[in-house]
């Protein structure tokens, strides 16, 4: 069974750090692009970051640039969401996606394989 597992949400004050995981069992994510959404309280998704099979990534939020970087480790079959000065508008259910191919996607619709989603709130 192909599953995605996150971890590594919770309550952190402004200005605070988080690193999600995005665990993956029953295939290997070696030859898939991985996409962090997220959804915010009455927001649509949105995607946050794309990273490819190579470790390259891209962003799509610019409000998340320079504080938001993604990375994997194919050997752990897990890819990483490191968040650091983190913002009240930050709080939503984070999500990881997979799909096959190396060609990043911004659009849900474009991914096959979806995680749980973890929470992450940022409050004082």
């Known amino acids: 069974q192909l599953q995605l597992v996150e971890s590594g949400g919770g309550l952190v004050q402004p200005g605070g750090s988080l690193r999600l995981s995005c665990a993956a069992s029953?295939?290997?994510?070696?030859?898939?692009?991985i996409g962090w959404f997220r959804q915010g309280p009455g927001k649509e998704r949105e995607a946050v970051s794309c990273i490819r099979g190579s470790g390259s990534t891209t962003n799509y939020v610019s409000s998340v640039k320079g504080r938001f970087t993604g990375s994997r480790d194919n050997a752990k079959n897990t890819v990483y969401l490191q968040m650091n000065s983190l913002k009240p508008e930050d709080t939503a259910v984070y999500y990881c996606?997979?799909?096959?191919?190396?060609?990043?996607?911004?659009?849900?619709?474009?991914?096959?394989?979806w995680g749980q989603g973890t929470q992450v709130t940022v409050s004082s």
């Open positions: 996606a997979a799909e096959l191919g190396n060609a990043c996607s911004g659009r849900p619709i474009d991914y096959t394989y």
């Open positions: 029953g295939f290997s994510l070696d030859y898939y692009r």
